[in-house]
Nanobody, 114 residues
Framework: QVQLVESGGGLVQPGGSLKLSCAAS????????MRWYRQVPGKERELVAS????????NYAESVKGRFTISRDNVENMLYLQMNSLKPDDTAVYYC???????WGQGTQVTVSS
């Protein structure tokens, strides 16, 4: 079955970096657009970044533009989110999503705090 498994979250100081990974299985990964979302308790999930099937096109939320980079490896069936210059406001659970089928991963917690 379709499965998305995120990893790479953790505790980081403001200004630091983290790289999130999302391992995809159960579908032909290279055919599909993928997205990263994040959610803070009590708020709706926020779209952070999206990437086209080939990886040639990417879009970002204004709040992360210039700091985050979405990428993918269509051989290894992996989605990534490189997060630099992290701020406390980036604290959230981060999810990858196979948008066209509405499939979510289980999420990985990112906490930015000194």
């Amino acid at each position: 079955q379709v499965q998305l498994v995120e990893s790479g979250g953790g505790l980081v100081q403001p200004g630091g970096s983290l790289k999130l990974s999302c391992a995809a299985s159960g579908f032909t990964f290279r055919y599909y657009q993928m997205r990263w979302y994040r959610q803070v308790p009590g708020k709706e999930r926020e779209l952070v970044a999206s990437i086209s099937d080939t990886g040639t096109n990417a879009n970002y939320a204004e709040s992360v533009k210039g700091r985050f980079t979405i990428s993918r490896d269509n051989v290894e069936n992996m989605l990534y989110l490189q997060m630099n210059s992290l701020k406390p406001d980036d604290t959230a659970v981060y999810y990858c999503k196979l948008e066209s089928r509405g499939i979510w991963g289980q999420g990985t917690q990112v906490t930015v705090s000194s």
